[in-house]
Nanobody
Framework: QVQLGESGGGLVQAGGSPRLSCSAS????????MGWFRQAPGKERRFVAA????????VYADSVKGRFTISRDNAKMTGYLQMNSLKTEDTAVYYC????????????????WGQGAQVTVSS
């Protein structure tokens, strides 16, 4: 079983560039694709970005392409979401997820979920 935990959330300024981290433990996490998702108030949870286990393939939702960058450090068993030029519309609970099949991440259905981290963007 893979355990995931997000960190790096909180209150940030519009235009800021925070980085979220997703620490993994258990299983063979480096064999898994990892991804990020978000759920804004009153909205459904949506796919944000995913990265293959090797880091060689990344996929982004159109809403964040060009602003957010997903990466991972397999030695640290940690994934990252670098968020740039934040907007108030980015306010959401951000979740990380993992699955052996990156397609499962793209369709918002990974095998493993983190608990989520609140990101609130203020003007």
């Amino acid at each position: 079983q893979v355990q995931l935990g997000e960190s790096g959330g909180g209150l940030v300024q519009a235009g800021g560039s925070p980085r979220l981290s997703c620490s993994a433990s258990g299983g063979t996490i480096n064999d898994y694709a990892m991804g990020w998702f978000r759920q804004a108030p009153g909205k459904e949870r949506r796919f944000v970005a995913a990265i293959a286990w090797s880091g060689g393939k990344t996929v982004y939702a159109d809403s964040v392409k060009g602003r957010f960058t997903i990466s991972r450090d397999n030695a640290k068993m940690t994934g990252y979401l670098q968020m740039n030029s934040l907007k108030t519309e980015d306010t959401a609970v951000y979740y990380c997820g993992a699955d052996r099949d990156i397609l499962r991440l793209e369709i918002n259905d990974p095998e493993y979920w983190g608990q989520g981290a609140q990101v609130t963007v203020s003007s």
